[in-house]
C-alpha cells in the first residue's frame, strides 16, 4: 500500500526530526490546492517540535552595492546590465547607524552584504573597521556577512573579527544554475560554504524561487541545501528587476510559494527558515501570515538590498498578534 506523504511526513519528520528524500520533497510541492493548508499545518507543526517557538529577526545591510562584474540574471546590482541601480559604498558612520536602527527593533542579526566576486583587502579592511566601530557603539548584536566567494585565508579572517554567520546562497538548483548565472559557477559557492563550515561559522544558504525553474528543480534545490545541513535558509521569491535578463518573468503564484514554504520546512526539520526578498509581492500580508504559520520561524524586517520590505513594525505586530515570541539577543549568545 502507497503511504500518503504528509502521513510518512508525519512519522518520519515530526516524529524523528528526519527531513524528507527529494521525492518525498517533489510529492509536497504537487500537492492539490485543497491540501495546502494540511501541509502547513504540519510544516507549522515541525518547526514548533524541532526549533521551537521564537522567530529569528534579522536587518541588512547593503555595504557596496552595484558595479558587481558576475552576471547573476535576477540581480540589478550587475554591472553588464542596464538597471537603475548604481555603484555606491556606505561610510562606517552609516554602517554604524544601520546596525544601531537594526538592533531597536529587537533584531539579534545584523547582515552586512556587498555586491562583489569575492572581497578585495580594501573591502574586509572595511568589514574589520565596520565590526569594531558597531562593537563600539555598545551594539551587542550578531554580526553576518555576505561577501560572496572566498578562499581559506578570508575565511580566516572573517572568524578572526568576530563574524558568526556567513551567507552564501547556492541560488537555485545545480541543474539549473546555469541558466541563472555563467560568470561563475555552482560549485564554486559550493566551495566557498564548505570552507565556512569547517571553520566553525554558521552557514546560511538559500535561493530564489521562481527564476524559470521546474517544480522538479525546484524539489532538486531543496535536497541539495539540506544536504549543506545549514544553520539558516533564506527563501526569496523572484521581483523581477528592470534592466536584468528576468525582468519579464512572472512572480510565481501565492500557492506554489507557500506550497515551497512547506515542502522546504519538511526537507529541513531543524534549520531556521527565513522569509526574504520578494514576499510582499508574491505572498502579500495574508501570504506573509500563512508562511509563519507553516513553517517560517525567521523574517529580515525593513528593506531589502534593492527592493522596498514592509516596514518593521508591520511584521513585529503581525508576530504579536500571532503570539510568537521574538528570539532575545541574551539568548541568542
Known sequence: MTIDVLDRARRDVLETGRGLDEASILKCLRLP?????????????????????????????????????????????????????????????????????TRETGATEFCIVAAVRG?????LAQVRDAVEAIRADANDIQIACSLGILTQAQVDELVEIGVHRYNHNLETARSH???VVTTHTWEERNDTLRLVAAAGLE???????????????????AAQLAALSPH??????????????????????ASEALHAV???????????????????????????????????NAVIVGNYLTTLGRAPSDDLDLLDELRMPIKALSAAL
Open 203 to 221: 552557514v546560511c544558504c538559500g535561493g530564489i524561487l521562481g527564476m524559470g525553474e521546474t517544480v522538479e528543480q525546484r524539489a532538486e534545490f
Open 33 to 101: 490546492d485543497e491540501r495546502l493548508p494540511e501541509l502547513l499545518s504540519l510544516a507549522h507543526d515541525v518547526r514548533r517540535r524541532w526549533c521551537g517557538d521564537e522567530v529569528e529577526v534579522e536587518g541588512i545591510v547593503s555595504m557596496k552595492t552595484g558595479g558587481c562584474p558576475e552576471d547573476c540574471h535576477f540581480c540589478s546590482q550587475s554591472g553588464l546590465f542596464a538597471s537603475p541601480v548604481r555603484a555606491a559604498r556606505l561610510d562606517i558612520e552609516e554602517m554604524v547607524r544601520a546596525a544601531r536602527e
Open 232 to 253: 539558516e535558509v533564506p527563501m526569496n521569491f523572484l521581483d523581477p528587476r528592470p534592466g536584468t535578463p528576468f525582468a519579464d518573468l512572472p512572480t510565481l503564484s
Open 262 to 296: 512547506g515542502a522546504f520546512r519538511l526537507a529541513m526539520p531543524r534549520t531556521i527558515l527565513r522569509f526574504a526578498g520578494g514576499r510582499e509581492v508574491t505572498l502579500g500580508d495574508l501570504g506573509t501570515r500563512d508562511g509563519l504559520l507553516g513553517g517560517v
Open 177 to 179: 544554475f546555469p541558466a
Open 119 to 123: 572581497p578585495d583587502a580594501r573591502l
